[in-house]
């Protein structure tokens, strides 16, 4: 009996405790034009008048559906917020101004209402939504990122892939990063049927500065989950490194890619609340690779390097829950083996300790 609980405890150090120490490699690719935006902001909102305007001509503005603010004007509405009125438009403009509260009280409690309706106990809801936008007007930008892990079936297609874009893209200008988000978001839905893992982080909407901040905060974090990135092309700059040496280890099995994209628009993006079976995530890709408004994009995916491999244990500690969040129907995470009760990923088809076949209607570990 004591060195069955022996062999447990060295079990559980082995496949919990390795990826604390595992070196892993990444790839990233990117880039944005921030300056430019800022800009071109300064002049849609410089009236004499008071009243906001969205800019259309050819000097870098933009027009949003979305872009009109509570207590600004439209030019499309015929209302008009100006600060000069006379003596005989008091009465109306305290009546406007008291209707504006109203019904800016009913929309904030129907929103809440909405949020407390959807909220979920499931492990597949999603609550990372960063409330408290600083209210860029005109200036505002959505941030919004999106991870998709897949398993070892279309690993090796996807890093291949992944790498081939990399090379190639023309991440300097709007046109190629735009295009490098397409055909990521097409590879992506390919292989759709390989995903295990989502997540999705949704921003408020915030002023250009802010906004960058956060973007790159994003950015930063994903980076900062492995140690070594072999291909990138960011700005338009191209560069590789050699990996270190990895030797795949029989309780990794094929080995998982996550895929993170970070993308800033003008507008709102897609949001998504909840993984379930991967729909919402789908339509988030699908909706970001259509943007013709597109401020920055970064896509990094880790590991890198065929040899590297990324099991669901380890994925998991890189990033607990609702950073990802399995897939409905993925066989993910750690489970116990029945024979040799030792710790290992679901995704494996027989425990690497003993060799037993897996049991899939084993529960998964705490």
């Known amino acids: 009996m004591g060195v069955r ?203 250009m500065e802010t906004a960058k901040a956060a973007f790159d905060k994003h950015v930063d974090d994903a980076r900062a989950r492995f140690d070594v990135e072999t291909v990138t092309n960011v700005q338009g700059k191209v560069a590789t490194a050699v990996a270190p040496e990895h030797t795949p280890r029989s309780e990794e099995g094929a080995g998982l890619i996550l895929v993170t994209l970070v993308v800033a628009a003008r507008s709102e993006l897609f949001t998504v609340t909840r993984i379930g079976n991967g729909e919402e995530l789908r339509q988030a890709l699908d909706a970001a690779s259509h943007r013709t408004d597109l401020i920055a994009i970064e896509c990094i995916w880790q590991p890198s390097e065929d040899a590297d491999r990324l099991s669901s244990v380890e994925l998991e500690a890189k990033y607990p829950r609702p950073d990802l969040i399995p897939i409905e129907g993925a066989l993910v995470g750690k489970i116990f083996c029945t024979y040799c009760s030792g710790p290992y990923p679901m995704e494996l088809v027989s425990c690497p300790h003993c060799g037993a076949p897996r049991d899939t209607d084993l529960p998964r570990a705490a």
């Open 5 to 207: 609980r022996i062999w447990l405890a060295l079990s559980f150090v082995m496949v919990v405790a390795v990826p604390a120490f595992a070196q892993g490699t990444g790839g990233r690719m990117g880039g944005g034009s921030w300056g430019r935006s800022s800009s071109s902001s300064s002049s849609s909102s410089s009236s004499s008048s008071g009243s906001y305007h969205s800019s259309s001509s050819s000097g870098g503005g933009y027009r949003s559906s979305s872009s009109s603010s509570w207590g600004h004007s439209s030019p499309s509405t015929g209302y008009h917020y100006s600060g000069g009125g006379g003596g005989g438009g008091a009465m109306p403009s305290g009546m406007f101004l008291l209707l504006l509260l109203g019904g800016g009280a009913v929309v904030v409690v129907w929103l809440l209402a909405q949020a407390a309706s959807n909220r979920s106990p499931s492990m597949n809801f999603m609550p990372t939504f960063y409330p408290g936008g600083d209210g860029g007007g005109f200036n505002s930008v959505d941030v919004s990122v999106l991870r998709v892990a897949i398993d070892g079936r279309a690993r090796k297609f996807v890093q291949s892939e992944l790498a081939r874009i990399a090379k190639i893209a023309d991440t300097a200008t709007d046109e190629g990063r735009a295009t490098m988000l397409r055909e990521v978001s097409l590879l992506m839905r390919r292989v759709r049927d390989a995903w295990v893992y989502g997540g999705a982080v949704n921003e408020p909407m915030r002023a």
